[in-house]
């Protein structure tokens, strides 16, 4: 195994049991500082003792780096696999399902409040079996999350485009999380979510209002035909401080997705898993399209699809209703132009 390769592994086990941000970054920080060095001067430096000098090394990287070049598993690694390498649900729940995707709607880079670097997380998608996968960054109103202005998107797609070069076939579709204003609107330039692949539209502000009016909210942002997916649709939080769901008419909103096409989300994040399940069961019955999306801050965290998919399962959501199943191509020409692939329509 090679160093980074530990380093990596490591890095992606810890953000996918959901360690926080602090406790990953060393072995983040250790594999780009190693990227940056020839195989010659890793050695050198390993044999005489000086790993640790450089800048961004520390003890516990130094060992793992170490052991990973005496031929061994890191004993760091050997443990953290043991007791966070082996699968996330039980007894199989949502294999199926997670089988049968190919992508995943909503993500985050370091450009907003993400942990890694665009590329980084397209690889890591990659590695994961996926197809394709879309970079859905803040938009410029959540300052909170580093929220990107209109030019920082643009700069982005340009980014978008070279890393597509490189790790084509895999395709990076152009993206946002977008803000719902309270009223209704989208905190981004309408041109520029037209050019946007796929716009993910959540609510992150004023989370406590009236139903009506959180009602009225919603409907004027999923008949939107820019918006193609609506993110985490009560907002709740259930784990840490726990944050009730937010208060709307769902037989109205899921109706509204359902004939403007807007797919309901599925957010896999286990502190979210949103919708809960009687929503869920209530946007199936309304004929509505779905998304299960990792909502991903890190790498790792892109392997908790399968707590949507498993939810997903048992409220027996059929697959060709996720969109997440379609082929880019697909999913761009439903975005693009309403089209919905044949075995879908
Ligand atoms: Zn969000
Ligand atoms: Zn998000």
Partial sequence: MEPVEALERIAFLLERQGAVTYRVQAFRTASAVLSGLSDDELRHRAASGSLTRLKGLGPKTGRVIEEALAGQVPGYLSRLEEEAGGPLVEEERGARLRRALRGDCHLHSDWSDGGS???????????????????????????????????????????????????APFRLLTGIECDILDDGGLDQEPELLAQLDVVVASVHSTLRMEPAP????????????????????????????????????????????????????????????????????????????????????????????????????????????????????????????????????
């Avoid at 665009?118 to 990659?126: G, H, L």
């Avoid at 919708?275 to 990792?294: C, K, M, N, V």
């Fill in 117 to 167: 670097p665009v590329e980084a997380m397209a690889r890591a998608a990659r590695h994961l079996g996926h197809e394709w996968c879309v970079l859905t960054d803040h938009s410029p109103r959540l300052t909170i999350a580093r929220g990107l202005t209109a030019d920082r998107l643009r700069e982005q797609l340009s980014l978008v485009a070279a890393v597509n070069e490189r790790l």
């Fill in 214 to 345: 959180m009602t009225r909210r919603l409907l004027t942002a999923v008949r939107n035909p820019l918006v193609d997916v609506l993110g985490h649709c009560t907002n709740r939080q259930i784990t840490g401080t726990p944050r009730p769901e937010s208060r709307f008419d769902a037989d109205e909103v899921f109706a509204a997705c359902a004939e403007h096409d807007t797919a309901v989300e599925i957010n896999c994040r286990p502190d979210r898993l949103d919708p809960p399940r009687r929503l869920l069961r209530q946007a199936l019955d309304a004929g509505t399209l779905f998304s299960i999306d990792s909502d991903a801050h890190a790498p790792g965290q892109l392997d908790w699809q399968i707590y949507g998919c498993a939810r997903a399962e048992e409220c027996g959501v059929p697959a060709h209703r996720i969109v997440n199943t379609w082929t880019a191509r697909e999913l761009t020409a439903w975005t693009g132009t309403g089209r919905r692939p044949p075995h879908v329509a």
